[in-house]
């Protein structure tokens, strides 16, 4: 029998921790199993094995992300108005995506290590003398977004606008950042912008902005190539470009940024698994993988069924929704053997942080990579040792896990 108490959606039960207990308890005993949800949305199919999370990423034929990637169910007019490339499915996906998949591919992100390495070491150099740091105010949400300027052509000084707008978009349910918590307000009246979140309406004026500029004087950057892109014709409409360079400054920033902290937090947390790193800098490259696979930022993605179809032993429905969770996934049992250890040296390591192949594999997963590694190959010669100084603040959401606020003592090498 499972636990009558799971409830996978309520983001309160998110707030400690990640509820590992309860995706055990269903990739055990009931590996695809229909989860209801408060009203108006009707309820959703909990995948939680990886092989059956693998099925559905990679059938766009029977699983799609037109209908919208997250669990809220939208209208027509809500879908088309939020829709980015996320929101896609083959081809539209395939050529939307092609406008900026060459700035990520492996060897273009390859060309940014040096920079990459240079600003981890600013970050570090800024942050690690003053012995008393919030690790994530002062390293990790400092990085991603430095590197993610660089690409798409942001200037320095409206760096912290975009992280404070990021976060107030895809921590919609969290009244630290949210300006509408999506479960507690009526937030109606933001229905047709990303993620609900009125602060998508700054995020695009801003990106206006830059987007006139760069009509008046084309650099080399992400920004200029969306403005003079055109898709079979035609450029994008001011509706893609909105929604793309709000998903751009989104995920180009949060996920890494909570990628690099639950890393820190997992080596004060496993001492042994530190010091082999500390005795061996060239496991930086494996563990890297083992802290993507641990700390698995994005804890789920939707699908809609478009057909009636078979997962798991289970009859899914034309128009069901078909959630995966890639948190479950990622301590599979049968992939991921002693799956619940982080182990700096785990190797093979298959996680899906990144999905699990098909088209919609994670666009920045090279850059998300190099950023991780190169912080902590910077950032460990310089700990002598770490220790938390108060409690680890999680961010309230069933989408991201996320950390806020980790606050730290550090004795420097």
């Known amino acids: 029998m499972i636990s009558t108490d799971i409830d996978l959606v309520n983001p309160d039960n998110y707030l400690e921790r990640v509820p590992h207990h309860w995706f055990t308890e269903l990739r055990r005993s009931e590996p695809v199993m229909w989860h209801g949800e408060p009203e108006p949305n009707r309820g959703f199919w909990a995948v939680t094995r990886y092989r059956d999370i693998e099925e559905v990423l990679r059938d766009t034929q029977t699983f799609s992300s037109a209908s919208g990637v997250t669990l809220e169910e939208q209208t027509p007019e809500e879908v088309e108005a939020r829709r980015s490339m996320i929101d896609m499915d083959p081809p539209r996906h395939t050529r939307l995506r092609r406008l900026v998949s060459k700035h990520f591919t492996r060897s273009a992100v390859a060309q940014y290590e040096g920079f990459v390495r240079e600003q981890a070491r600013l970050v570090l150099d800024r942050a690690l003398p003053k012995g008393e740091i919030d690790f994530v105010e002062e390293v990790s949400r400092e990085l991603p977004i430095r590197v993610l300027a660089r690409i798409m052509g942001v200037p320095e000084q409206d760096l912290p606008m975009c ?73 994008l409409s001011e509706r893609e470009f909105d929604n793309f360079f709000c998903l751009l400054i989104v995920a180009g920033n949060e996920t890494t940024r909570h990628a690099i902290s639950h890393g820190m937090l997992a080596l004060m947390e496993h001492r042994d698994e530190w010091r082999r790193l500390r005795e061996d800098p060239g496991m930086v490259p494996l563990a890297t993988e083992e802290i993507l696979r641990w700390g698995t930022p994005t804890m789920h993605f939707r699908r809609t069924a478009r057909r009636d179809t078979e997962l798991g032993g289970k009859q899914i429905r034309e128009g069901d929704k078909v959630v995966v969770w890639f948190v479950s996934g990622n301590r599979d049992e049968e992939v991921f053997p002693d799956a619940d250890r982080f182990d700096v040296g785990r190797d093979p390591n298959p996680h899906m942080t990144f999905g699990s192949g098909g088209p919609h594999v994670c666009l920045g997963m090279h850059l998300a990579r190099l950023e991780v590694l190169v912080m902590f190959q910077e950032l460990l010669p310089r700990l002598k040792d770490v220790e938390l100084t108060g409690p680890v603040e999680r961010l309230r959401s069933n989408f991201i896990n996320g950390i806020k606020h980790m606050p730290l003592r550090l004795s420097l090498a």
């Open 163 to 235: 992280i404070e707008l990021g976060d107030a978009m895809i921590a919609h349910a969290d009244p630290e950042y949210s300006r509408a918590v999506i479960d507690k307000e009526d937030t109606s009246a933001y229905r047709l912008l990303p993620f609900r979140s009125p602060a998508a309406v700054e995020l695009m004026a801003y990106g206006h902005q830059l987007a006139a500029e760069r009509r008046r004087e084309p650099r080399e950057d992400l920004v200029t190539k969306l403005v003079h892109a055109e898709i079979d014709g035609e450029r």
